[in-house]
């Protein structure tokens, strides 16, 4: 007995050695934050002060030195992060994970991401590429400087080393932030297989368009919101729906296809067509409405999540050049926040920039025709390096419209296990603006952090090319306003809503809208601008911008709030100060449940006994879709069944999934289909009972209770809805069962789709939040400088920092971190000190 507990004494002895041992190994990765440090590139000492909350203040000389010493912090904080989101961009995944991203890698190479990001380079304009290039040399002299131990863990674990920075490796980041902001091209797919699925008629009832008198950014006025078709639901669902819903889906075979690898990529490559929770909102206001006389702005964009986390907070000061706010690490400058005149926020126009071209070939799959012609295919070789395996080669077939996006979903869906297996996807030619060789939105930013007034601001922005944005400005002299740059195509003919006909010609992009005839507003006569994904312009404005816009509950509520109506915890005042918009950021309430309820409601005659409580809690609530509230679980559980229920013995389960996510166009259709009880899609057409709408809505709701009561048990007192509603924040290993709880994070929130704080549910992995306002900025231009920023999860990417989540739960209650400018603040409780010298 006495040979064997000193034999598990020894055990424990050697585990606890070992263990302790890897922790002092894997604390070197940690930056230095204090002390000197000699260094090449730069011309004057760079002193890079952390503050009390851990945010970079970097000290420079001249503009030059500034950008190498954030190119330095972030090589320092985020080097795994910004060397994972290169390898997606230039689909070099494979190099490192091996076989199981081959196809993300051939879908990215296809597309060619890495390609564009070159071209771009190429084109960027000489003023510029000095700027690009100091901020290389600043992750550069990082990387030299550190190797094995000294580097982030998951290269360790992985056993590689980075490669040096380069410009393209900066572009290409912008090249994939347009891509989760774009996703035009799914509803282009969804369309055509609600088509095949139900016919063109009831295709359009299933995505009713905006309200030609709904709430537009430049009028500030408008309807409902409610959709302008009939409210009445028609047409059939028998067995020829059936036999369309049996023909090939483009929207699986998408799906299929980029549905494996690594979860995080998938997400990522997934995430701009599964939900509509990639928007923001924004808002500004002029002194008018202040306390401080002076314009008070609000942003909070809403883009994945993930870990580390997207966005990375820091503050240059060189001189003149006196910038701060939200960063996207791997870029060289501030994307969101203010300089010492002016400040700006964005939110996602969803302008319609990509196109789907179905292409004719011939038969040797080298030529394919245009106007009646054959026209050869440009063939581009890469080769694509995986770990472990030989290389594979690819040949991307490239028309006049774009590469064939086809062939790497094919390719994709042929080597995949699923059975059975997607048809495989006629030629498909993908057109988008980001793929252009001319793109100046890297150069436009720059400019944008030296813009010193509206003038200069505007201009900036007349390079700027893709994802379009909406722009709102305020600056210290009183002004406020607005702009929608980008390149958005004008079109030969047809409006981009589903794939055309490459051959024909008809569908060409022709240019763009013009920068002046954009949407724009300067020191408008309501003294607020709001901007919430909703409708740019009026529906009578001259060009064709897109037609996903978001329902406008989150631009509504901000509206109502800016124009004097009172919510929980906000005065009756139309004199703003910065913790009113705090209040407003943190705002819960469902404009969308105060809409679609009270018609869920006139359909509950169905609804069983088991049921009626759960109707009860709902009759009792305010709307306020709160994190303790039973309620908004119930509502949101219901409304989640609404379109299974209604359309998902037509569709099938594919596409049912591509089309419950579409939350604006669900909502609609579902208040338009139950203005009546006899709607036939309310009937089960696998049945041969006749069903009522007031049969479907309440199989919806038991359902939706029945999932609530595996989830939180029966006792309905004690449901909450931040019990079932997480935001989640994946780490990019977090496939590795064992790394998930030291890497990944997750944390039970409020809000809803529809809310100012918002709260999107992932269709496919219900309640779920994969979309969060992972960076949020309310900035004062009086002279008090009351502005707050804050990033959802932490400016460290080393887990074992305590940096890596500690603004999570204030993330969760909306509470900011001071947005400090002054030299004297910052250093008060400055957490390290590091100088930087030649």
């Known amino acids: ?232 639901s028609g047409g059939s669902k028998g067995p020829e729906a059936v036999a369309r819903r049996l023909q090939p889906s483009v929207t699986e075979a998408f799906s299929s296809a980029l549905s494996t690898g690594d979860p995080a990529v998938r997400d990522f490559l997934m995430g701009g067509a599964r939900s509509e929770g990639l928007g923001s909102n924004n808002w500004v206001v002029d002194g008018t409405l202040t306390a401080s006389g002076k314009p008070l702005l609000a942003n909070d964009p809403h883009l994945g999540t993930r870990l580390p986390s997207t966005w990375y907070l820091a503050h240059i000061s060189a001189g003149d050049f006196d910038v701060i706010g939200g960063t996207f690490p791997g870029t060289p400058a501030i994307a969101l926040g203010r300089n010492r005149f002016i400040a700006w926020g964005a939110t996602n126009v969803a ?24 026209e050869p295919i440009t063939v581009i070789p890469e080769t694509i390096v995986v770990k472990g395996v030989a290389p594979v080669k690819l040949n991307v077939r490239v028309t006049r419209h774009g590469p064939l996006v086809s062939d790497a979903i094919n390719a994709n869906n042929a080597e995949s296990t699923t059975n059975p297996k997607p048809q495989p996807l006629e030629p498909l030619a993908f057109r988008w603006t980001a793929l252009d060789p001319d793109d100046g939105t890297l150069a436009a930013f720059l400019k944008v952090n030296e813009a010193r007034n509206w003038a200069e601001f505007t201009d900036a922005l007349k390079g700027y090319v893709t994802p379009s944005q909406n722009f709102v400005y305020a600056d210290v002299e009183g002004h406020i306003g607005y702009y929608a740059p980008g390149h958005i195509p004008l079109r030969a003919s047809g409006d981009g809503t ?24 300067f020191d408008p006569p309501e003294h607020f601008i709001v901007t919430a ?45 910065p913790d009113d918009f705090a209040r407003m950021q943190a705002d819960t309430v469902s404009l969308h449940a105060k809409a679609l309820l009270p018609v869920l409601m006139t359909h509950t005659r169905a609804v ?40 998902g013995d037509t569709l099938g389960p594919m596409v049912t999934e591509a089309y419950q996510g579409k939350f604006s166009f669900v909502s609609r259709f579902i208040a338009n289909t139950l203005a009546s009880n006899d709607s036939p899609w309310c009937d089960d057409v696998t049945t041969t009972r006749r069903d009522t709408c007031d049969d479907a809505v309440a199989g919806a709701l038991i359902k939706g209770v029945d999932d609530l009561r595996r989830r939180m048990g029966d006792d309905m ?101 001071k947005m400090r400018m002054d030299r004297t603040d910052i250093e008060r409780g400055a957490l390290g000190r590091l100088r930087l010298t030649p």
Do not use: C
């Open 1 to 232: 007995m006495r040979l064997l507990l000193k034999a598990i004494a020894a055990i424990i002895l050697l585990v606890a050695i070992v263990t302790a041992g890897g922790y002092a190994y894997l604390r070197r990765s940690l930056p230095q934050i204090d002390g000197t440090t000699t260094i090449a590139g730069i011309s004057a000492p760079i002193d890079i002060v952390r503050d009390a909350d851990a945010i970079p203040h970097i000290f420079a000389a001249n503009k030059l030195d500034g950008l190498f010493g954030l190119g330095y912090v972030h090589a320092q904080d985020r080097l795994w992060e910004m060397e994972f989101q290169r390898r997606i961009g230039f689909g070099r995944l494979s190099e490192v994970l091996g076989a199981a991203t081959l196809p993300q890698d051939r879908f990215l190479r296809t597309v060619g991401f890495g390609r564009a990001a070159r071209a771009a380079w190429a084109s960027t304009p000489e003023w510029a590429k000095p700027q690009v290039n100091a901020y290389v040399a600043g992750v550069n002299a990082f990387i030299s400087s550190h190797h094995g131990s000294a580097l982030p863990p998951e290269f360790s674990l992985l056993r590689f080393e980075p490669e040096p920075w380069t410009g393209p490796d900066v572009v290409v980041w912008v090249k994939m932030m347009a891509w989760d902001l774009s996703g035009n091209y799914s509803f282009e797919l969804l369309r055509h297989d609600l088509i095949k699925a139900v016919g063109e008629e009831r295709m359009h009832q299933l995505m009713p368009p905006y309200a030609e008198d709904g709430l537009s950014i430049l009028t500030g006025s408008g309807g409902s919101g409610r959709s302008s078709r009939s409210g009445r």
């Open 351 to 374: 302008a319609d920039v990509e196109d789907l071209y179905r292409e004719r070939l011939d038969d040797s799959g080298t030529h394919y025709e245009f106007r009646g012609a054959q």
């Open 498 to 521: 589903r794939p055309a006909d490459g051959w024909t010609g008809d569908a060409e992009w022709s240019g763009w809208v013009p920068f002046d005839a954009l949407p724009h507003t």
């Open 533 to 577: 994904n909703h409708r740019p312009a009026p529906s009578t404005y001259a060009y064709h911008l897109g037609l996903e816009w978001t329902e406008p509950y989150r631009a509504q509520r901000i509206t109502d709030l800016l124009a004097g109506s009172t919510g929980p915890g906000l005065q009756a005042t139309r004199r703003f100060a």
């Open 608 to 647: 069983g006994p088991r049921e009626q409580p759960a109707l009860d809690v709902l009759r009792a609530w305010n709307f306020d879709a709160t994190g303790d509230s039973a309620a908004t679980a119930i509502f949101q559980a219901w409304f989640l069944q609404l379109a299974p229920a209604l359309v």
């Open 717 to 817: 007192a004690r449901w909450r809805w931040d019990t079932v509603h997480l935001a989640v924040f994946p780490h990019a290993l977090d496939s590795v069962a064992a790394l998930r709880p030291l890497l990944s994070r997750s944390v039970g929130i409020g809000g809803d789709w529809s809310t100012v704080n918002v709260g999107v549910t992932a269709a496919d992995h219900p309640y779920e939040v994969h979309t969060v306002p992972g960076y949020r900025e309310i900035i004062d231009l009086s002279n008090t400088n009351d502005s707050r920023f804050l990033d959802a999860v932490g400016e460290s990417g080393h887990f074992l920092s305590k940096h890596y989540d500690d603004f999570l739960s204030d993330w969760r209650a909306v509470k900011h971190r």
